[in-house]
């Protein structure tokens, strides 16, 4: 069974960082992506970053780049968001996320606000 933790939420000053990690199991091999996602209030959810578990590829948005960076212990089956100088409007609801093939899984998310 394919599941999908998402930790490290929380409430943080502004300019300060968080550390989000995914814990991946139900694959026996690394041959999927892992993405994160946010969705705040009202507004529809966006992509944040993505790393290929195989080749460790990443994508982040220009608008995140030098903000957050995405890596991946596949040792541990961890993918960690590192979330620096937050701002109020990263303030959402973090997901993780996997597409292997044809298939995408989705996990709960995790409350990161980011106060002014």
């Known amino acids: 069974e394919v599941q999908l933790q998402a930790s490290g939420g929380g409430l943080v000053q502004t300019g300060g960082s968080l550390r989000l990690s995914c814990a991946v199991s139900?694959?026996?091999?690394?041959?999927?992506?892992v993405g994160w996602f946010r969705q705040a209030p009202g507004k529809e959810r966006e992509a944040v970053s993505c790393?290929?578990?195989?080749?460790?590829?990443?994508y982040i948005p220009d608008t995140m780049k030098g903000r957050f960076t995405i890596s991946k212990d596949n040792a541990k089956k961890l993918v960690y968001l590192q979330m620096n100088s937050l701002k109020p409007e990263d303030t959402a609801v973090y997901y993780c996320?996997?597409?292997?093939?044809?298939?995408?899984?989705w996990g709960q998310g995790t409350q990161v606000t980011v106060s002014s």
């Open positions: 790393i290929d578990a195989s080749d460790g590829h990443t």
């Open positions: 139900g694959f026996s091999s690394d041959d999927y992506a």
């Open positions: 996320n996997v597409v292997r093939g044809w298939y995408e899984y």
